[in-house]
């Protein structure tokens, strides 16, 4: 995280140096008006015989005013575009990050605290990094430039005096911090508790609306709002406890200066003049210390964001090339699985258990199984979604783990078994982050998927935008329009993970002639609970418990005792017997 936000302002450098050159040169303006007032006031005494020296610093007081407006709007303006562009690179890296960090990793994180760190926690950073532009600079350019000013142009002891209760102050500042990073961790958990809350009950919005769910929700969400709030008051009283010790500080800050500047008017030792300006500087000091409060919380809120953010980029990432870097390398269809043993990290049972399979290219593969038998996960290795042990999994004559990411995954279309669709065209959906078909070939491929005419009713036909996670369609029409994909993507491998089962008999048998036509010469593995999905593949393996329990083809596993034989049995009706037996 480090090195991503050091290139960050590595990129920006010369932005960041004008701005601060500005701000510095700003401060240093500041400190004139005061200066100015203080020269006016000395040349009151005779108004006569000082009457242009007075105009001139009049016309000084203007010309400065002038100058702090004409530098203001500079560096406020490149502030504010360095502050924006910084959350631009950072949401960029930072969802860079979540495309590449591996399953195991990204599956013990819940969506309600990623979308913590793009919101919340970025902006908790950007803000920290905007203060240190903004005021860190200008604390220390008016720290510098107004002590200095106020000991030479008016006394080094009411200086001293003076400053002794913003030093005190500062310091009691700091030993507050403390309370302030305890309490903004506590809200920071409950803020993304009612986020993951919050998405959650969106998702199911239909669930709860079906099961009359929505006072119990409703009673939750005000439950979590509740804690999410006394977290956030706890946070703002430490803040106000800061607010009010810096205003009294400077309540101290002018007395002190009232009754000793005026005992060194007396004494002869300052000018009425140098007493007004000692004040006028007194005043810029007001913003600074006022600012550290906002500074010191912001910077113990950024730094659990950045921790947060910290631990996310450091999660083991995989060696996937991004934005089209390299070429494309597809790799034949030829598959080994030698004695293969996986289990999942987080679960001590194995997911599957010493799995020997062989495909040739062009050849089909139906794997059937129990719930839970590891038929996913069996897919989800091949496309290396996990760790594989080496050796375990050969594809065109090499392990798996010596196979560029970005090739193998290109190699295999796999349509999985949540149909997820994106809120975007349909014609987009079905070429799912490729470029260069055109019409006609998505057409063709949506008619072997059999939802052509569905999407020609359609007002935009293949660029009708469809709502979020394709809710406009109905479950059939989901499937269909991610099976249309195996269709029009080019690869040597094809994976259909329970992919027809919302799909009626009759579409379903057209689909498969379809799947069947594709499948020649590719290599081809179709997972489902349906017999009639895998009864036409060269060799069929049955799954239960991690293991494969039978092997072979469909002719001969329904008269083999086993639970092959059990799912056909139970398939089997009176409606469907003469399509099993086609």
């Known amino acids: 995280m480090k090195k991503v936000i050091i290139d960050i302002l590595k990129k920006y450098k010369w932005i960041i140096f004008i701005s601060t050159t500005f701000i510095v040169l700003n401060m240093y303006l500041s400190t004139y008006p005061s200066m100015i007032v203080g020269w006016i006031i000395d040349l009151l005494y005779n108004i006569e015989q000082n009457k242009s020296q007075i105009f001139n610093n009049i016309l000084y007081l203007l010309l400065s005013a002038v ?163 006394e977290s956030n008051i706890a946070v703002e009283i430490n803040s106000t406890l800061i607010s009010i010790t810096i205003k009294i500080c400077f309540g101290l800050c002018y007395a002190i200066s009232l009754i000793y500047g005026s005992k060194l008017v007396l004494d002869g030792e300052i000018t009425i003049g140098d007493f007004i300006a000692f004040n006028g500087y007194i005043r810029l000091f007001i913003g600074p210390v006022d600012w550290m409060p906002g500074i010191i919380s912001a910077y113990k809120r950024a730094q659990v964001s950045y921790r947060r953010l910290d631990n996310f980029m450091n999660l083991e990432k995989e060696k996937i090339l991004m934005l089209d870097e390299g070429k494309e390398n597809l790799i034949s269809g030829d598959i080994e699985i030698k004695d293969l043993t996986f289990n999942y990290p987080s679960n001590i049972e194995l997911a599957l258990n010493n799995i020997d399979i062989k495909i040739e290219e062009g050849k089909t593969l139906g794997i059937i199984g129990t719930i839970g038998s590891g038929k996913t996960t069996l897919a989800n290795l091949l496309l290396r979604l996990y760790p594989v042990p080496k050796g375990k999994i050969i594809i065109g004559g090499k392990d798996i783990n010596d196979i560029p990411l970005t090739d193998l995954r290109k190699s295999i279309c796999y349509i999985t078994q949540d149909n997820f669709l994106f809120s975007t065209t349909v014609k987009e959906n079905i070429s799912i982050f490729k470029e260069g078909y055109d019409d006609d070939e998505i057409e063709n491929s949506t008619k072997k998927a059999m939802i052509y005419d569905e999407i020609e009713d359609m007002k935009e036909g293949l660029d009708t935008v469809i709502g979020e996670r394709g809710v406009d369609l109905s479950g059939g029409q989901k499937q269909r329009v991610a099976i249309s994909r195996a269709f029009l993507l080019r690869s040597n491998i094809v994976i259909f993970d329970d992919t027809f089962s919302a799909l009626d008999n009759k579409t379903e048998e057209k689909v498969m002639k379809n799947v069947e036509e594709l499948c020649k010469g590719k290599t081809c593995i179709i997972i489902s609970n349906r017999i009639s999905d895998i009864k036409n593949t060269d060799e069929i393996i049955v799954l239960e418990e991690g293991n494969i329990v039978q092997k072979g083809v469909h002719e001969e596993l329904i008269h083999e005792e086993g639970l092959y034989k059990k799912f056909y049995n139970q398939q089997s009706s009176k409606e469907n017997v003469e399509m099993y037996n086609k």
Not at 79 to 104: A, D, G, P
Not at 151 to 177: D, E, M, Q, R, Y
């Open 67 to 229: 100058g702090l407006l004409l530098l203001r709007l500079p560096w406020r303006t490149l502030v504010v575009f360095l502050s924006r562009s910084f959350e631009k690179e950072l949401k960029n890296k930072i969802f860079e990050q979540f495309l590449k960090i591996k399953m195991t990793n990204i599956q013990n994180i819940k969506n309600g605290e990623i979308m913590s760190y793009f919101t919340q926690d970025i902006s908790e950073v950007r803000k920290l990094y905007f203060r240190t532009i903004a005021y860190i600079t200008r604390i220390i350019a008016i720290f510098i430039i107004v002590t200095a000013s106020m000991i030479k142009g008016t006394n080094i002891k009411l200086t001293l005096a003076t400053l002794c209760p913003i030093i005190i102050t500062c310091f009691i500042v700091v030993k507050i911090k403390k309370y302030v990073e305890i309490n903004f961790k506590k809200a920071q958990k409950n803020y993304t508790a009612l986020s993951e809350y919050v998405q959650e009950s969106t998702d199911a919005i239909r669930t709860t609306k079906a099961y009359s769910g929505e006072k119990y929700q409703l009673k939750e969400f005000i439950r979590k709002n509740k804690i999410l709030k």
